[in-house]
């Protein structure tokens, strides 16, 4: 069975207020346990994913020595 994208919120939003697995599906009806628990993993892989594409966007910034000369950082070095 596939899950609408309100529905996937839905159920991520009251298991952040609940921290309840059962509590979720019980409420809602939906979706099975090992459903939910992929969410869960996807939602955590996504925000390391994020945080992690913000220290990239930052070490490839460019900076400017106190001599003036620009320097510019890359992700490689990190």
Known sequence: ???????KQKA?????ETK???MVIV?????????LYRWLREKRAYKVFKSTEEIHQYSRASFTSIRGDKIKYSSSLL
């Open 1 to 7: 069975m596939s899950f609408s994208l309100e529905q």
């Open 20 to 22: 309840s697995v059962t």
């Open 27 to 35: 409420r809602l009806g939906y979706p099975t346990r090992q459903c």
């Open 12 to 16: 991520l939003q009251l298991y952040d």
